[in-house]
């Protein structure tokens, strides 16, 4: 063999290559993120449809997560990590405007 001929049977740890031999099997398990935690706090606060809605995305997420399914179990718990949020804004709005009402209002 002369040189500067590269051989193409011989694969070469510099040409790129991100292929280790492992195959579809030997694909890495993302980590689990339900926020089941988050979605237990927010049932404290006073927007009850969207606390159990995130609840119930939180456990449905666990569930997906243990059948395998990685993608829906990430997208479901996008879903709770969203309405989660979205119930605290909402509850602490609701409180914000009861301390208003209840504090602004006289009595004569």
């Not at 997560?65 to 969203?82: C, P």
């Not at 979205?86 to 208003?100: F, H, Q, R, V």
Request: hydrophobic share 40%; aromatic share 8%; net charge negative.
């Amino acid at each position: 063999m002369s040189r500067g001929v590269v051989r193409s049977d011989v694969k070469s740890p510099l040409d790129g290559s991100t292929d280790h031999g492992l195959g579809a099997e030997g694909q890495e398990v993302p980590p689990l993120r339900n926020y089941l935690a988050l979605t237990i706090f927010t049932c404290f606060c006073p927007a009850y449809p969207v606390n159990i809605v995130a609840l119930v995305f939180s456990v449905l997420s666990q569930s997906s997560y243990d059948e395998g399914d990685y993608e829906g179990s990430q997208r479901l718990g996008r879903k709770a990590l969203h309405l989660g949020i979205a119930s605290i804004i909402i509850g602490l709005l609701i409180i914000a405007i009861y301390c208003i009402v209840h504090f602004t209002t006289h009595l004569i």
